[in-house]
């Protein structure tokens, strides 16, 4: 398990690893949800979380981002980032390569979680998660971010038919032998920093879901199968 924002005590971020299994919910057959959702049983109660308080996002590969006020409606869709003022909300995505984003505005109370893809991090999904939580009331100056592990520089290949969408991005583009990649977790942080948000607020997991066995990967593995990210305030 992965744990993120440890020096605040009411809030937990965390994110399981391959030996919890998979997590993924939506686009399976039935037997592998209901066996999945057997996984998530176990890790919610493992680390002391009621189910029930769980909201899931059905991810888009986008930039949308939601305010959720209550748990009435445990399953988002269509969206690739949960925000809420309320305690008790817990937010979970899954993550196989994609960036996941965790924010706390420290002073509020204030939660979110982003599911940055090669398109939501060109997009600034992660800079449309701090404009609700300043709708929400939150300050600039206490917004604290976490990154998680996702698919870093070393494996993020792109071909030329999408390098224009980083034209903003140049400098964390690499050329190497014939091919391009991209630093997605590189250009998230550039946003932020662009934003206001300090540098001493950003915490950056620099594993690269490609490179760590412990982690899965789709652009290795194949595989529908996921991990899963979590945060919520106790």
């Known amino acids: 398990m992965l744990k993120f924002f440890e020096k605040f005590s009411e809030i937990i971020a965390i994110m399981s690893e391959k030996s919890d299994g998979s ?17 998530r049983k176990i890790f919610f109660q493992k680390n002391g979380i009621n189910a029930e308080s769980v909201v899931n996002a059905e991810l ?10 209550d748990v009435s409606k445990k399953d988002v869709f269509k969206t690739d980032g949960i925000v809420t ?5 817990f937010f979970a995505i899954t993550i196989a390569d994609c960036i996941p984003v965790f924010f706390y505005e420290k002073e509020k109370g204030i939660i979110a979680l982003v599911h940055a893809g090669w398109k939501g991090t060109a997009g600034n999904i992660a800079g449309n998660a701090i404009e609700k939580i300043l709708e929400l009331g939150g300050n600039i100056e206490n917004i604290h971010v976490a990154l998680g592990p996702g ?21 964390f ?9 991209v630093d997605l977790k590189g250009i998230i942080a550039e946003q932020f920093l662009s934003m206001g948000i300090e540098n001493e607020n950003i915490e950056n997991n620099s594993a690269c879901t490609y490179c760590s066995e412990n982690l899965f990967s789709f652009r290795r593995d194949k595989t529908n199968e996921t991990i899963i990210a979590i945060i919520g305030k106790k």
């Open 23 to 39: 997590m993924k919910l939506f686009g399976i057959n039935e037997p592998t949800r209901s066996y999945n959702l057997n996984n």
């Open 60 to 69: 888009a590969h986008g930039t949308n981002v939601e305010i959720i006020s």
């Open 85 to 89: 003022k309320n305690r008790n909300i």
């Open 151 to 171: 698919i870093n520089i070393c494996h993020f290949e792109i071909k030329e038919d999408v390098l224009n969408e980083f034209a903003e991005y140049k400098k």
């Open 173 to 181: 583009i690499l050329r190497r032998n014939g091919k391009i990649f």
